[in-house]
């Protein structure tokens, strides 16, 4: 490998760390700064025993020492258990609905990237035609309209009306739906980035000096136009791959999937500190990961580019 190559990806994963480490800080400080406690919502939980709940997860413990004790483990890959679900690890949770997550987004984002780069580049081979007019319409409305209407849209219709999917995420079939939520905006914001990349790359001189030379047609749009073209997309590719993976807190209600979003929403209103703090590095990690591997890919796609 390039020393420079990896110079600039040891230090882009030092800043990743960095950025991890400051995620679960301000997470974590502003988590215990807010009133109330996990087990504040108890019913008929005296203050004796509330206390004897908290020494027993060392939230009586001095906030700097609670938060030098969590850094600790989570070095070590541990997230203790959860708060709320008695006798189940915070790992064991999130591994049980990443499973779901994972599949659910894999499937949404390669569809979305794969349908997307086709109809872009469409687009903007037939630009100013009634196809990409009527691409350009449909890719505005679903980029405009939220993932909430878009999935109770889908629903009505297709498991309502119709009965033709069944309406609970649960199940393989019951997946359909949520994918293609998933999937719409993503697609459809590929299509305009890519049909917008592509344009101005047609108009560069080196397009024009292949077409001056005799270079086939097809030849300039794959190798040359639409590889360059592709740039803007993987910008945009790997942080929305984390996302969905993660999975889109408000599509998992609609249908029920039980993934990792609906435990993330379910924490959240339970105050399960450990459950959401191991869900927030869940999904700060991948984020930042994603966007060190687009920053890779940048120097696949186009060798021209120099990493520093």
Known sequence: MNPKTLK??????????????????????????VPGGPFTSEKAVSPAVQKAMEAKYGLDKPLMTQYVSYLTDVVQ?????????????????????????????????????????VLGAFAALFRNSLPDRIIMVMTTA???MPSFIVGSLLLIVFAIKLHA???????????????????LYPM??????????????????YIRTARAKGVP????????????????????????LAYIVTGSLVVEQIFAVPGIGRAFVSSITNRDYTM?????????????????????????????????
């Open 8 to 33: 600039y990806i040891l230090k882009r994963i030092v800043l990743a760390v960095f950025t991890v480490w400051v995620v679960i800080t301000v997470t974590f400080f502003i988590m215990h700064a």
């Open 77 to 117: 890959f541990k997230f203790g258990p959860s708060l709320k679900q008695r006798g189940r690890m915070v790992i064991d949770i999130i591994g049980d609905g990443m499973k779901t997550s994972i599949k659910l987004g894999l499937i949404s984002a390669f569809l979305a990237l794969a349908i997307g780069v």
């Open 142 to 144: 679903f980029v405009s």
């Open 165 to 183: 999917l069944p309406a609970n995420g649960s199940t393989a079939a019951g997946l359909v739906l949520p994918i293609i939520t998933l999937m």
């Open 188 to 205: 459809s914001y590929i299509t305009r980035l890519t049909r917008s990349s592509m344009l101005d790359v047609l108009l560069q001189d």
């Open 217 to 240: 047609a097809r030849r300039i749009i794959f190798v040359h136009a639409l590889k360059n073209a592709l740039i803007p997309v993987i910008t945009y590719f790997g942080p929305m």
């Open 276 to 308: 959401i703090m191991g869900t927030t590095i869940v999904l700060a990690s991948l984020i930042v990961i994603m966007n060190l591997v687009s920053d890779i890919m940048y120097k696949v796609v186009d060798p021209r580019i120099t990493l520093e």
